[in-house]
C-alpha cells in the first residue's frame, strides 16, 4: 500500500502488509483527511487498516444496493442514509466505514454539527457489507458481530461468492439464506426491501 503524507514536498511509503501500525482516533483522522483516496479504518485496538479500492464489478453492486437504499430513505425520510466513503467512530473506539450504513433521524439530530462532518461518534442502526472477490468472509463477519455489538440493530452481509446472506440481529443467532430474492428491512427499516437480483446477476 502506497500512503503520501502532507509534507511538502510529499513523501510516497509502502507499507508492508505484515507491519502492525497503532494510531490514535485524532491521528486516524488527520491521516484519512490527507488520503482521501484511500480505504482506511482502525480497530478498536488503535491498529490501522488498509483496504485496496474495490474493483468496479463490487462497485457497481455496491452502487445499486446503496441506490436502493437512498431511494427508499427519500420517499420514508426517517433517518440518514450513507455510502461507503462514510467513517463511524464506534463506542468500541474502532472508526469504520459500511459500504452501506444507516441511521435512525433521532440519533443523528443528537449530534452536533461538528460530529457530523467529522466521523460520527455513533453506531448506525443498520448496516451492510458487501464481499468482494478478495475479502476475508471471516474478517467481514468479524466487522458484522462489531456492529451489533456497538449498538447496530440489523446487518446484512451479502457474500456475492456464495450467493448466500448473512442477517445479524442483537442477542440472536446468525440467520442465513441462500440465493434471497429480495430483504425486508423489517421494523428497522419499514417498508424498504432490497431488490437482489442485479447483485447476483
Given at each position: 500500500m502506497m500512503i503520501k503524507t502532507?509534507?511538502?514536498?510529499?513523501?510516497?511509503?509502502?507499507?508492508?502488509?505484515?507491519?502492525?501500525?497503532?494510531?490514535?482516533?485524532?491521528?486516524?483522522?488527520?491521516?484519512?483527511?490527507?488520503?482521501?483516496?484511500?480505504?482506511?479504518?482502525?480497530?478498536?485496538?488503535?491498529?490501522?487498516?488498509?483496504?485496496?479500492?474495490?474493483?468496479?464489478?463490487?462497485?457497481?453492486?455496491?452502487?445499486?444496493?446503496?441506490?436502493?437504499?437512498?431511494?427508499?430513505?427519500?420517499?420514508?425520510?426517517?433517518?440518514?442514509?450513507?455510502?461507503?466513503?462514510?467513517?463511524?467512530?464506534?463506542?468500541?473506539?474502532?472508526?469504520?466505514?459500511?459500504?452501506?450504513?444507516?441511521?435512525?433521524?433521532?440519533?443523528?439530530?443528537?449530534?452536533?454539527?461538528?460530529?457530523?462532518?467529522?466521523f460520527a461518534p455513533i453506531c448506525p442502526d443498520f448496516v451492510l457489507e458487501l464481499r468482494s472477490k478478495t475479502d476475508s468472509l471471516e474478517k467481514l463477519q468479524a466487522k458484522m458481530r462489531e456492529y451489533i455489538e456497538n449498538g447496530a440493530s440489523l446487518g446484512w452481509l451479502i457474500d456475492r461468492k456464495n450467493q448466500r446472506v448473512e442477517i445479524y440481529r442483537p442477542g440472536q443467532d446468525v440467520e442465513v439464506l441462500e440465493s434471497p430474492v429480495n430483504l425486508s428491512g423489517e421494523d428497522i427499516l419499514p417498508g424498504f426491501i432490497l431488490d437482489l437480483s442485479e447483485v447476483w446477476s
Open positions: 502532507n509534507i511538502s514536498p510529499s513523501i510516497t511509503i509502502n507499507i508492508p502488509t505484515t507491519l502492525t501500525l497503532n494510531i490514535s482516533h485524532e491521528q486516524f483522522l488527520y491521516l484519512a483527511l490527507a488520503n482521501r483516496d484511500l480505504q482506511l479504518e482502525r480497530n478498536a485496538n488503535g491498529e490501522l487498516i488498509i483496504m485496496p479500492p474495490t474493483g468496479s464489478y463490487t462497485g457497481n453492486k455496491n452502487f445499486d444496493i446503496a441506490g436502493q437504499l437512498w431511494f427508499w430513505n427519500r420517499q420514508y425520510k426517517l433517518g440518514k442514509a450513507f455510502d461507503s466513503s462514510t467513517g463511524f467512530h464506534l463506542p468500541n473506539g474502532a472508526d469504520r466505514s459500511p459500504d452501506v450504513a444507516w441511521v435512525k433521524q433521532e440519533k443523528w439530530d443528537t449530534l452536533s454539527l461538528e460530529q457530523q462532518e467529522s
